[in-house]
């Protein structure tokens, strides 16, 4: 009997009833099948090694695919750990799964790791590689999965066989001597496996909870060919660099305290950088008839538990009482928007309405989550909620994708578009979520914006589009995101008398950026290196005076720039040039006007740019027009 698998490009053909994905790449190509290490069948990321029998569609993975990449690093995952198993015999293993970029596994180890260690697994891991023991899949019974995993004296495996339904058969994956409980998939040979490195050691706790043993985690990437490795390899050197926290310390823009982890302190020029930021966004929005507001920190509890947050949202809260009445800090400024909207009557004719906030927010993140201003507990959301009718959806969400790629256009930042769908945890009918992501894939088509779908990823109100932005050295960031709300105005009873007299229900955007200023932040600073543009940077303009005698002309030109509200600052000490000029360097000051006596003599300044070595001498007003045109412009 015969099956017919459809391919992504419309073509159907034939196939014998139980081919496996790895035989079809062979019947393609011999050099596909050298290169397929997963497949999707029918949507879902399989094993190439699992009979086919039924007709579907099938998408073959190479490692140029998402879920590609993750077979081959999961495959890579269990490689070390046979190697662990091979050197340390004593030792338990936990999980191992492949993470977006590279993969873990954690230990239960009475030795400690060190980065001899690693040196000792990855010698070991060649070893393996070099032997090219066959992967086996296999599935058994609970039960038999559980005398295994017990016989073994695999603790952990027993935990989580124990947690599998009975009558539920268990996968298993097996390379010479080492096996693991697994779904996989995995790559069809560990030979596939040509470079690889191990990163780092880490503490996790068994199954991230804090009342369990902490285990040891060793991480890792891999690739199929050395290029990819040594590329990033580099790439990572190059962000350790870029690294925001180690710029912010020393460009003096921000800091994170003991006194309050996850909460930063931003010093004064971090918050010349921060008001920049909001300024612009505020004009920009004004622009297109955003109005601002301004929401309280505390709300009544039953305010959260109208909005759905306490139930969906509470482990991330904090809490306090006030006069014997239970409050909940803001952890989102929505439940705030809804109550300004209800205040007053509202018509149709009011509708679009655009309502902006730059809404400080607190959640509730694990201190091991923590990470510089990318995950903190307290930030500001540049948050906007647009109250409109069934009809203005697609303007509506169309008028903010381009408002995003102005945004990012502007920074030099690349993107990348996910859809988020109905997540497990959600409120409202599954019809109205269904009607909902419609109306974003319509809005998405509409703007010529290519997709991917992201299965239940959406906030537990409403699907969502989400922006990933590339920055300068190729990694990604999700910062904007738009969520359309059918839920939060019928929770709240919103309403809009429309053109019949009569109460109309509104739909609601939910909608960020930058997403959050202080993170953000964080962002620019690593994409630009801490060089920020002009407009951007705290101090746009260094005045080196070249001998003490010329400080009164240096203060002079000082004075007219910042009467154009250009920041200076002037370095009039007694050093040598070279050494003022190396100090501006690495303070990354966009602009040195240098100061000697035939700029006294002329009234004119030496240009030294941060981007070029070249200078150039200017009259003093073309050297302020001149800044003064690129502030304008916000040139890169």
Same mark, same amino acid.
């Given at each position: 009997?015969?099956?017919?698998?459809?391919?992504?490009?419309?073509?159907?053909?034939?196939?014998?009833?139980?081919?496996?994905?790895?035989?079809?790449?062979?019947?393609?190509?011999?050099?596909?099948?050298?290169? !397929?290490?997963?497949?999707?069948?029918?949507?879902?990321?399989?094993?190439?090694?699992?009979?086919?029998?039924?007709?579907?569609? #099938?998408?073959?993975?190479?490692?140029?695919?998402?879920?590609?990449?993750?077979?081959?690093?999961?495959?890579?995952?269990?490689?070390?750990?046979?190697?662990? /198993?091979?050197?340390?015999?004593?030792?338990?293993?936990?999980?191992?799964?492949?993470?977006?970029?590279?993969?873990?596994?954690?230990?239960?180890?009475?030795?400690?790791?060190?980065?001899?260690?690693?040196?000792?697994?990855?010698?070991?891991?060649?070893?393996?590689?070099?032997?090219?023991?066959?992967?086996?899949?296999?599935?058994?019974?609970?039960?038999?999965?559980?005398?295994?995993?017990?016989?073994?004296?695999?603790?952990?495996?027993?935990?989580?066989?124990?947690?599998?339904?009975?009558?539920?058969?268990?996968?298993?994956?097996?390379?010479?001597?080492?096996?693991?409980?697994?779904?996989?998939?995995?790559?069809?040979?560990?030979?596939?496996?040509?470079?690889?490195?191990?990163?780092?050691?880490?503490?996790?706790?068994?199954?991230?909870?804090?009342?369990?043993?902490?285990?040891?985690?060793?991480?890792?990437?891999?690739?199929?060919? @050395?290029?990819?490795?040594?590329?990033?390899?580099?790439?990572?050197?190059?962000?350790?660099?870029?690294?925001?926290?180690?710029?912010?310390?020393?460009?003096?823009?921000?800091?994170?305290?003991?006194?309050?982890?996850?909460?930063?302190?931003?010093?004064? /020029?971090?918050?010349?950088?921060?008001?920049?930021?909001?300024?612009?966004?505020?004009?920009?929005?004004?622009?297109?008839?955003?109005?601002?507001?301004?929401?309280?920190?505390?709300?009544?509890?039953?305010?959260?538990?109208?909005?759905?947050?306490?139930?969906?949202?509470?482990?991330?809260?904090?809490?306090?009482?006030?006069?014997?009445?239970?409050?909940?800090?803001?952890?989102?400024? =929505?439940?705030?928007?809804?109550?300004?909207?209800?205040?007053? !009557?509202?018509?149709?004719?009011?509708?679009?309405? $655009?309502?902006?906030?730059?809404?400080? !927010?607190?959640?509730?993140?694990?201190?091991?989550?923590?990470?510089?201003?990318?995950?903190?507990?307290?930030?500001?959301?540049?948050?906007?909620?647009?109250?409109?009718?069934?009809? @203005?959806?697609?303007?509506?969400? #169309?008028?903010?994708?381009?408002?995003?790629?102005?945004?990012?256009?502007?920074?030099?930042?690349?993107?990348?578009?996910?859809?988020?769908?109905?997540?497990?945890?959600?409120?409202?009918?599954?019809?109205?979520?269904?009607?909902?992501?419609?109306?974003?894939?319509?809005? #998405?088509?509409?703007?010529?914006?290519?997709?991917?779908?992201?299965?239940?990823?959406?906030?537990?109100?409403?699907?969502?589009?989400?922006?990933?932005?590339?920055?300068?050295?190729? $990694?990604?960031?999700? =910062?904007?995101?738009?969520?359309?709300?059918?839920?939060?105005?019928?929770?709240?009873?919103?309403?809009?008398?429309?053109?019949?007299?009569?109460?109309?229900?509104?739909?609601?955007?939910?909608?960020?950026?930058?997403?959050?200023?202080?993170?953000?932040?964080?962002?620019?600073?690593?994409?630009?290196?801490?060089?920020?543009? #002009?407009?951007?940077?705290?101090?746009?303009?260094?005045?080196?005076?070249?001998?003490?005698?010329?400080?009164?002309?240096?203060?002079?030109?000082?004075?007219?720039?910042?009467?154009?509200?250009?920041?200076?600052?002037?370095?009039?000490?007694?050093?040598?040039?070279?050494?003022?000029?190396?100090?501006?360097?690495?303070?990354?000051?966009?602009?040195?006007?240098?100061?000697?006596?035939?700029?006294? @003599?002329? $009234?004119?300044?030496?240009? $030294?740019?941060?981007?070029?070595?070249?200078?150039?001498?200017?009259?003093?007003?073309?050297?302020?027009?001149?800044?003064?045109?690129?502030? /304008?412009?916000?040139?890169?």
């Amino acid at each position: 009997m015969s099956i017919k698998i459809t391919f992504p490009d419309g073509a159907v053909r034939e196939f014998e009833n139980g081919i496996t994905s790895l035989e079809v790449a062979s019947s393609i190509s011999k050099n596909l099948a050298k290169q !397929v290490l997963a497949a999707e069948v029918d949507g879902v990321v399989t094993d190439i090694r699992i009979p086919i029998e039924k007709d579907c569609t #099938l998408k073959l993975l190479t490692f140029d695919d998402e879920a590609g990449k993750k077979a081959f690093w999961h495959t890579t995952s269990h490689v070390m750990a046979q190697a662990v /198993k091979r050197l340390y015999p004593t030792v338990k293993v936990a999980i191992g799964p492949a993470i977006d970029n590279g993969f873990y596994y954690d230990f239960d180890c009475e030795e400690a790791f060190t980065p001899e260690s690693l040196t000792k697994i990855e010698k070991e891991m060649k070893k393996i590689i070099g032997e090219n023991p066959k992967i086996i899949r296999y599935e058994l019974s609970r039960e038999d999965s559980l005398k295994k995993a017990q016989d073994a004296n695999e603790i952990y495996k027993v935990e989580l066989c124990e947690a599998i339904e009975e009558g539920e058969a268990i996968s298993f994956y097996e390379q010479g001597e080492f096996w693991d409980l697994c779904a996989g998939p995995h790559i069809p040979a560990v030979s596939m496996i040509k470079s690889f490195k191990l990163l780092s050691i880490a503490g996790a706790y068994w199954r991230g909870d804090e009342k369990n043993k902490m285990l040891q985690r060793i991480y890792g990437i891999s690739f199929p060919k @050395q290029e990819l490795l040594d590329e990033y390899i580099h790439i990572q050197e190059e962000a350790k660099k870029r690294d925001h926290r180690k710029l912010g310390k020393e460009l003096d823009l921000f800091s994170i305290m003991e006194e309050g982890p996850g909460f930063p302190f931003f010093h004064p /020029k971090g918050m010349i950088l921060r008001n920049e930021l909001e300024n612009f966004w505020r004009e920009e929005h004004q622009k297109r008839g955003y109005d601002e507001v301004k929401t309280p920190m505390i709300l009544d509890s039953e305010l959260w538990k109208r909005s759905g947050h306490w139930d969906n949202y509470h482990e991330n809260m904090y809490f306090t009482t006030i006069d014997d009445r239970d409050f909940a800090i803001k952890p989102m400024n =929505c439940p705030g928007g809804m109550l300004l909207f209800n205040r007053k !009557v509202v018509s149709y004719k009011d509708l679009p309405m $655009r309502v902006g906030e730059l809404g400080n !927010v607190h959640r509730h993140e694990k201190s091991g989550a923590l990470h510089g201003l990318m995950r903190v507990r307290c930030f500001t959301q540049d948050d906007a909620h647009i109250f409109m009718t069934k009809d @203005q959806i697609k303007d509506e969400i #169309l008028g903010v994708i381009q408002l995003a790629d102005y945004f990012y256009s502007l920074f030099g930042f690349s993107y990348h578009v996910e859809l988020s769908t109905m997540p497990e945890k959600h409120i409202g009918e599954e019809a109205e979520w269904e009607e909902a992501t419609n109306k974003l894939i319509e809005a #998405l088509n509409a703007a010529g914006k290519d997709y991917v779908i992201n299965e239940g990823d959406g906030a537990f109100y409403g699907p969502k589009i989400d922006f990933h932005l590339n920055d300068a050295i190729g $990694r990604t960031w999700q =910062c904007g995101t738009i969520q359309l709300d059918f839920q939060l105005p019928e929770r709240f009873d919103a309403s809009y008398i429309g053109p019949d007299g009569e109460k109309h229900r509104p739909i609601v955007i939910h909608r960020v950026v930058f997403g959050s200023i202080e993170r953000f932040i964080g962002i620019l600073t690593e994409h630009f290196a801490g060089a920020f543009p #002009l407009w951007l940077n705290p101090v746009q303009v260094k005045i080196l005076s070249v001998n003490e005698e010329y400080n009164a002309y240096c203060h002079e030109i000082a004075d007219m720039l910042k009467e154009l509200k250009i920041r200076v600052e002037v370095d009039d000490r007694n050093e040598k040039l070279g050494y003022k000029i190396r100090e501006a360097q690495l303070a990354k000051i966009p602009y040195m006007f240098v100061v000697g006596a035939k700029e006294a @003599q002329e $009234r004119t300044v030496t240009i $030294r740019s941060r981007k070029t070595e070249e200078q150039k001498n200017l009259p003093i007003e073309e050297a302020a027009a001149m800044l003064v045109e690129e502030i /304008k412009t916000k040139a890169m």
